[in-house]
Nanobody, 125 residues
Framework: QVQLVESGGGLVQPGMPLRLSCATS?????VGWFRQAPGNGREFVAA????????YYADSVKGRFAISRDNADNTVYLRMNSLKPEDTAVYYC?????????????????????WGQGTQVTVSS
């Protein structure tokens, strides 16, 4: 079983940055970040593949968030800049563990097989 553990969430003021971490079980998988606000469904935030570490972002976070991978231990990070109150949500990382087409980016929750427990991000003044 693939283990994913998110950390780094907390309370932050609007306009400030925050970095989330997703520790994996040690293998290099395509990884996505998703978030879920109260009363809403789980939405795509960012993804990174395992071929060239190519990335893709939801329009709502493009230019503000950055996903990256530490190649030494396969930890995946989500750097969030210029945070807005509407970014408030539980953030989840997910790993895909099935055959993947090289160069593909996965943006749907059904594309992923393993999920972390989530970490709360609250943006408020």
């Amino acid at each position: 079983q693939v283990q994913l553990v998110e950390s780094g969430g907390g309370l932050v003021q609007p306009g400030m940055p925050l970095r989330l971490s997703c520790a994996t079980s040690g293998r290099r998988y395509p990884v996505g970040w998703f978030r879920q606000a109260p009363g809403n469904g789980r939405e795509f935030v960012a993804a990174i593949n395992n071929y060239e570490d190519s990335t893709y972002y939801a329009d709502s976070v493009k230019g503000r968030f950055a996903i990256s991978r530490d190649n030494a231990d396969n930890t995946v990070y989500l750097r969030m800049n210029s945070l807005k109150p509407e970014d408030t949500a539980v953030y989840y990382c997910a790993a895909r563990d099935r055959p993947s087409f090289l160069g593909d980016i996965y943006i749907d929750s059904s594309d992923y097989d393993y999920w972390g427990q989530g970490t709360q991000v609250t943006v408020s003044s």
